[in-house]
């Protein structure tokens, strides 16, 4: 992959190539941004640059920007995710093909053919139907660890560098971490860590202070609807309406794009949920629960980030921003149910739905968890507070 292919984050290429037109590499780098900002993309695009064999330097007499070449036979190696000095380590578990000793090897082909259909883009529910992970989370273990110990401790095949690419390295068994905390801290020579993670509340320290940061922003607006604009044949309104619906992150918009059945999924189920904790019927919330839990631990997460979304609408409903920028189904719902959530009430709603959110995480038991989250929902949509 080459810069040129990644939309936006022109800033982070420009001090991406000025570190390698200078000679100081860092040995370890954490690309830290929000999903479907690129940053395993500009990861890979660095990794291509760095073992370019005929790198291209700034021109600006012709305007031609700094990149690797994408034509020599380490670029063409990248391009495939197949270069033997490119290495990835990512979450995983084991799964109805693999039940024991699971580890990143096991899935190497399925990893890059996900990096090929999705160029890079994707979110880690995808990654884990991929692999079909169903109902487990996906951890970076012990057997990860020693892998990149062994690997790491090979001298290099054909490129100047080994690089090491660990995608949402927050999945980083604790247990597991102390294996490579000296080979991050002191690798082997002209060897390269590029870590990947989207929330660095959940990084170990000990992992972070070993890093320089390369904190990558979410997309502009403007980038998102010329990228779709290239990849989709579709109207000026409604590539605006998926713009206003992502914001921000290219993985939501293209989602958006090719699944639009999740995003009314969830408007409905949140919808009908949100009714039957008004109505306050134990009954009714269980029979919704049962019929709801059955859908996985992910589209339960993704239900929960929905609902945040919607919390967001009531508070902007509010602040008297009625125009907002969902569909008319959306908005009657926000206006007819905004007067239940006060603005004294908001924060008590989205810290519940983002503790659900990590919850499920943490392989909390799903039932229990939105029975709990229904009865206190029920309560607060009772207070007059």
Same mark, same amino acid.
């Not at 992959?1 to 984050?9: A, D, K, L, N, T």
């Not at 998102?224 to 309104?237: C, F, G, P, T």
């Given at each position: ?8 984050? @022109? +800033?982070? %290429?420009?001090?991406? $190539?000025?570190? !390698? ?6 040995? /370890?780098?954490?690309? #830290? ?125 054909? @490129? +100047?560098? %080994?690089?090491?690419? $660990?995608?949402? !390295? ?6 597991? /971490?102390?294996?490579? #905390? ?204």
């Amino acid at each position: 992959m080459r810069f040129s292919e990644i939309p936006g984050q @022109a +800033e982070i %290429k420009t001090k991406l $190539i000025q570190a !390698v037109q200078s000679g100081r590499i860092p040995h /370890a780098q954490l690309f #830290l941004g929000p999903e479907g900002c690129g940053n395993l993309a500009l990861a890979i695009a660095y990794a291509q640059f760095i073992n370019c064999k005929s790198k291209i330097y700034f021109q600006s007499e012709n305007e031609i920007p700094a990149d690797s070449c994408g034509l020599c036979p380490s670029c063409l190696k990248f391009e495939k995710y197949a270069h033997p000095d490119l290495h990835f380590i990512f979450p995983n578990n084991t799964n109805k093909q693999i039940n024991k000793n699971n580890s990143s090897a096991n899935f190497q082909n399925e990893w890059r053919e996900i990096l090929r259909e999705t160029q890079t883009y994707f979110s880690a529910s995808q990654w884990y139907d991929k692999i079909n992970l169903e109902n487990k989370q996906g951890i970076i273990n012990a057997r990860d660890c020693e892998e990149i110990i062994r690997i790491l401790s090979l001298k290099s095949y054909e @490129a +100047e560098f %080994k690089i090491m690419i $660990i995608w949402k !390295v927050e999945k980083l068994f604790y247990a597991a /971490a102390p294996k490579i #905390l000296k080979i991050l801290e002191e690798p082997t020579d002209k060897t390269i860590f590029l870590l990947i993670s989207e929330d660095q509340d959940q990084i170990l320290h000990t992992i972070l202070s070993r890093s320089q940061l390369v904190k990558v922003p979410k997309l502009k607006d403007y980038v998102i609807v010329e990228y779709l604009k290239n990849r989709y044949s579709a109207d000026d309104n409604q590539i605006q309406k998926v713009v206003n619906l992502a914001n921000g992150n290219l993985v939501e918009a293209i989602r958006i794009f090719e699944q639009n059945e999740d995003e009314t999924f969830n408007f409905i189920t949140f919808r009908q949920w949100m009714r039957h904790c008004y109505s306050a019927k134990i009954s009714e919330i269980d029979q919704f629960i049962s019929k709801t839990t059955p859908i996985g631990r992910e589209k339960l997460k993704g239900l929960t980030v929905y609902g945040l979304k919607t919390i967001r609408n009531i508070l902007l409903y509010h602040y008297g921003q009625e125009t907002l920028k969902i569909d008319n189904e959306e908005l009657d719902f926000i206006q007819k149910f905004s007067p239940f959530i006060s603005i004294g009430k908001i924060d008590w709603f989205s810290c519940e739905l983002e503790s659900a959110y990590q919850q499920l995480e943490r392989n909390a038991n799903p039932s229990v968890l939105m029975m709990d989250i229904s009865i206190k929902f029920s309560r607060w949509l009772k207070m007059t507070a």
